[in-house]
Nanobody
Framework: HVQLVESGGGSVQAGGSLRLACAASKYTYMENCMGWFRQAPGKEREAVAGIYEDAYYVDSVKGRFTISQDKSKNTMWLQMNSLNPEDTAMYYC??????????????WGQGTQVTVS
């Protein structure tokens, strides 16, 4: 039973934009808070953005990325602007207890690849 499904990844040139989406089951959204993570080849996974009472961002994406959600649609988005090659990674949607941010580990999506050249 797949509970988190990401979409919207792709390949863009530096300076471009992408919008990622994460669709969750209604139960998942009711019981958890959501966040975006990424992992580049050879690097550790990092928390990119979370949304829990407020929006939280890793310093490297502040001012460029925007996290949003529509709980009525059980969907979360990550608008990524001014992309640069350092943003290249597999992006994952994750869910966990709200207070666990940024150490979410309860549920993970399959990931969507973002490549910036």
């Amino acid at each position: 039973h797949v509970q988190l499904v990401e979409s919207g990844g792709g390949s863009v040139q530096a300076g471009g934009s992408l919008r990622l989406a994460c669709a969750a089951s209604k139960y998942t959204y009711m019981e958890n808070c959501m966040g975006w993570f990424r992992q580049a080849p050879g690097k550790e996974r990092e928390a990119v953005a979370g949304i829990y009472e407020d929006a939280y961002y890793v310093d490297s994406v502040k001012g460029r990325f925007t996290i949003s959600q529509d709980k009525s649609k059980n969907t979360m988005w990550l608008q990524m602007n001014s992309l640069n090659p350092e943003d290249t990674a597999m992006y994952y949607c994750a869910a966990d207890r709200c207070t666990y941010w940024p150490n979410y580990n309860r549920l993970w999506g399959q990931g969507t690849q973002v490549t910036v050249s």
